[in-house]
């Protein structure tokens, strides 16, 4: 199996950043793509981006696109989520996912983080 430990969640005010980080263990071998998620009170989880863990290709959300940068550090089987210029809409539960095959829904994911609170005030 894999296990997802997250890590960075927090307060921020608009405009701030911050960096979610995902440590990978277990079944490591197996993982295609690493995912990040959020979800905000009464709404469906939402994919936000990911990156294939050997070719470290990226891909995010319309809506994250230029703001937020998945990044990986193979040694340390960890991927980050860095957040800049985070609007207050964007205050949820971030959820680091893994996939044993490549997919922009949640349904492809595999494994699944705790879930780290990330508040943006205004």
């Known amino acids: 199996q894999v296990q997802l430990v997250e890590s960075g969640g927090g307060l921020v005010q608009t405009g701030g950043s911050l960096r979610l980080s995902c440590v990978a263990s277990?079944?490591?071998?197996?993982?295609?793509?690493m995912g990040w998620f959020r979800q905000a009170p009464g709404k469906e989880r939402e994919f936000v981006g990911r990156?294939?863990?050997?070719?470290?290709?990226?891909y995010y959300s319309d809506s994250v696109k230029g703001r937020f940068t998945i990044s990986r550090d193979n040694t340390q089987n960890t991927v980050y989520l860095q957040m800049n210029n985070l609007n207050p809409e964007e205050t949820a539960v971030y959820y680091c996912?893994?996939?044993?095959?490549?997919?922009?829904?949640?349904?492809?994911?595999?494994?699944w983080g705790q879930g780290t609170q990330v508040t943006v005030s205004s």
């Open positions: 990156i294939t863990w050997r070719g470290g290709s990226t």
């Open positions: 996912a893994a996939a044993e095959r490549d997919g922009l829904d949640k349904g492809a994911y595999d494994y």
């Open positions: 277990g079944r490591t071998f197996s993982i295609y793509a």
